[in-house]
């Protein structure tokens, strides 16, 4: 089955600065890339995604890379702010049925004012 | 957007009880939904595939006879915990597929077995 590693698993960054979570998957198969942000308690929340056939795209602050030859994507957010702070969760859609997601062992992020 | 419920938001047994869980479609309908778990300061990990009209699919390692899973309806799928032990005590999250990749979170179950 699919496989997603995610690093680091906590990063801490000064109000502003920018912030990267990297992650890493196993199926060639997996066509779909979701980040999600989930803070204490509450359910997982879709931030953005990136499919198979794009290689970035941004909303805002927040921007996502894929490159699908090292099975690789990226997580980038910009001026972050400290209600940025939470826990940040990669995931793939494998190549199973049933749209089956797989998700990373997640980054808490903590933004400093 | 479509909204999936959970019922209870939280919920207290004790050790040796079983426990119901609701997982819920409210404005579109689910044939398929997904069950996770999440201990604290750990990622979700899916349990299980709830099938509409047909038996769920387990993880490896995840015990099917006691976790119970019922999808009766298109908007319904049920979890229960059977003879529930204090290591069962976690976060149960479900899901359902949305027409694209999309997948709608349930709000989350706290179960604490005491």
């Known amino acids: 089955g699919e496989n997603v590693e995610q690093h680091p698993s906590t990063l801490s960054v000064q109000e502003g600065d920018s912030a990267v979570i990297k992650c890493t998957y196993s199926?060639?198969?997996?066509?779909?890339f979701p980040w999600y942000k989930q803070e204490l308690g509450k359910r997982p929340q879709l931030i953005i995604d990136?499919?198979?056939?794009?290689g970035e795209k941004k909303d805002q602050r927040i921007a996502v890379t894929l490159n699908k030859t090292a099975k690789h994507f990226s997580l980038h957010i910009t001026e972050t702010q400290p209600e940025d702070s939470a826990v940040y969760f990669c995931?793939?859609?494998?190549?199973?049925?049933?749209?089956?997601?797989?998700f990373g062992t997640g980054t808490k992020l903590q933004v400093i004012p | 957007g479509a909204v999936v419920s959970q019922h209870p938001s939280w919920v207290i047994c004790k050790s040796g009880t079983s426990v119901k869980i609701e997982c819920r479609s409210l404005?579109?309908?689910?044939?398929?939904m997904f069950w996770y778990r999440q201990f604290p300061k750990q990622s979700l990990m899916l349990m299980a595939t709830?099938?509409?009209?047909?038996?769920?699919?387990?993880e490896q390692g995840v015990e099917k006879d006691k976790f119970l899973i019922n999808h009766a309806s298109l908007t319904l799928s049920t979890l229960t915990v059977t003879s529930a032990h204090p290591e069962d005590s976690s976060f149960y999250i479900c899901?359902?597929?949305?027409?694209?990749?999309?997948?709608?979170f349930g709000p989350g179950t706290r179960l604490t077995v005491t």
């Open positions: 990136i499919r198979s056939n794009v």
């Open positions: 899901s359902a597929p949305g027409t694209s990749y999309e997948q709608y």
């Open positions: 199926d060639s198969a997996s066509n779909y």
């Open positions: 709830s099938n509409e009209g047909s038996k769920a699919t387990y």
């Open positions: 995931a793939a859609l494998g190549s199973g049925g049933y749209q089956k997601v797989t």
């Open positions: 404005d579109f309908q689910a044939t398929t």
